[in-house]
């Protein structure tokens, strides 16, 4: 069969072709962005970013980028990526809250509804976080009822480091554990979870933990036609987001009225508050999911690099402060806190790249121009590794650097975990809190060490975007009693 076309409609077609190639030439040579390093396939096309993202491979992606070509790289079109503390202090900084959000992350919505953390523009987020805030300051974190709560869970997550004497036992599930029990705590007392001895509140966390919705999530942003089209298709290839058990507690414990005065879901729930009662499930719902998933990871990979005999010098010093000051607050006890600066400084929790737009009028970003509308961004893999002068031999693991008397003032404006800002991580002060008590319990009363099983690979980084679990999604420690239990 031959198809006959009219020479109007050649003409028309070859008009848009060469309008669309017209357009993409003139962007490519012309673009203001062109001054900014970057691979070539940079200025036609964000796919070969796309496809990182797709693999969970992001992160490394754009590090080996800074590692090639700088502090700043233009990875598509209209997308630059930087790292250093100029840019920080820019992009996140100016104005409060820095620069608004971009669209993406519309994927992390819940319920379809607009949580701190998805809400884009930063005015509406700042009224978000007035509400809020204050639940997560550290005046109300180390409140008795709450820091109580912590350090019950972090008891008994050394009851399972006991059990497991003479065998291993998985942190990857325990420690999300942990996690989980830690924020349903502080979001919902007296109605949180024990999922560290209770086999049906483990199931709502690995439900959460192990979800591995990514690819679909990304498909339905960047092309929501084809999401619709081809759902049901796609389902045997990426699943989506699918939590019931997470579902039913989160709104089934929303919707109590006798959370106790420290809780979120007290707060949520004060008189006048304007949010409806999926409002208030959507936000408890984001704030569990990443509070598992954040300090869940941050201590695995941690505590993995404390058992590696590399870093076990290291592991020695904690136990030595440790058991040189029973009982002490663990915010006085400052090799604690070095370990675990280092850990987030090697292990970022949330290593994404946090994309904002460039507002109205274009902007200056680390010395160069950068127009309105772009989309810019740091991730903390990179802000915390790339200024070797900051951070000498920035892939080793050592604590020790975060004591030395010079240098605090810039290694602090490069610390990036908990990002920087009026959007800034708002659940640091609990999440610090987790760890630094959960090490504090395990290293005055254990050595631990990698069991034969493990491989390096398998604790490799799966770039979540919004996490960053082991590859493996297994980590298998053997733990040593320094005395046998009481």
């Not at 992350?105 to 949580?115: E, Q, W």
């Not at 350090?151 to 008994?156: G, H, L, V, Y």
């Not at 900051?390 to 080793?396: E, R």
């Not at 760890?435 to 319990?441: C, G």
């Amino acid at each position: 069969m031959v198809l006959f076309f009219s020479p109007a409609a050649i003409c028309l077609v070859l008009s848009i072709g060469l309008l669309v190639g017209d357009v993409v030439v003139r962007r490519a040579l012309l673009s203001p962005l062109n001054k900014i390093p970057g691979p070539r396939h940079a200025r036609f096309t964000s796919l070969v970013l796309v496809w990182h993202e797709f693999r969970a491979g992001r992160t490394a992606y754009i590090h080996r980028l800074h590692q090639r070509y700088g502090p700043a790289v233009r990875v598509g079109p209209n997308e630059v990526v930087f790292a250093s503390a100029a840019a920080v202090k820019e992009i996140y900084c100016s104005g409060g809250s820095g620069y608004d959000k971009t669209p993406f992350y519309d994927i992390f919505k819940v319920y379809g509804r607009r949580t701190m953390f998805t809400t884009l523009n930063k005015d509406d987020h700042a009224k978000k976080k007035r509400v809020l805030a204050d639940r997560y300051a550290n005046t109300n974190v180390v409140r008795q009822p709450s820091l109580d709560g912590i350090a019950q869970r972090a008891t008994n997550f050394v009851k399972r480091c006991f059990g497991s004497v003479g065998g291993s036992l998985d942190l990857y599930i325990y420690l999300h554990s942990y996690a989980f029990d830690c924020v349903t705590h502080h979001l919902f007392h007296p109605h949180g979870t024990d999922s560290l001895n209770s086999q049906h509140d483990e199931e709502i966390m690995r439900e959460v933990t192990f979800d591995d919705s990514l690819q679909n999530r990304l498909v339905g942003y960047y092309s929501p036609t084809l999401h619709k089209m081809f759902g049901k298709i796609l389902y045997w290839f990426a699943k989506p987001r699918e939590t019931p058990l997470a579902d039913g507690f989160v709104l089934g414990t929303s919707a109590k009225t006798d959370a106790a005065s420290f809780t979120l879901l007290n707060r949520l729930q004060e008189p006048g508050s304007k949010h409806d009662s999926l409002d208030i499930a959507a936000e408890c719902l984001d704030h569990m999911a990443a509070g598992i998933d954040t300090t869940g990871d941050a201590l695995c990979f941690l505590m993995w690099e404390l058992s590696q005999p590399a870093s076990f010098q290291y592991q020695t010093k904690l136990r030595e402060e440790l058991l040189a000051n029973p009982g002490a607050p663990f915010d006085k006890l400052p090799y604690l806190d070095a370990v675990v600066m280092e850990g987030l400084r090697c292990f970022p929790p949330i290593p994404m790249s946090l994309p904002r737009y460039v507002p109205r009028g274009g902007r200056v970003i680390d010395g160069y121009s950068v127009p309105e509308g772009t989309i810019v961004s740091c991730q903390a893999y990179s802000v915390q590794k790339t200024d070797h002068n900051v951070f000498p031999n920035p892939d080793d693991f050592s604590p020790d650097r975060w004591l030395e008397p010079t240098g605090d003032a810039e290694r602090k404006r490069l610390f990036f975990a908990f990002a920087n800002g009026g959007r800034g991580c708002v659940g640091k002060h609990l999440a610090l809190a987790e760890m630094k008590l959960l090490l504090q319990a395990v290293y005055s009363k254990f050595t631990t060490r990698p069991d034969d099983k493990m491989t390096a690979e398998s604790m490799e980084m799966s770039d979540q975007l919004i996490s960053s679990r082991p590859r493996g999604q297994r980590c298998l420690l053997r733990f040593d009693p320094l005395s046998p239990p009481m």
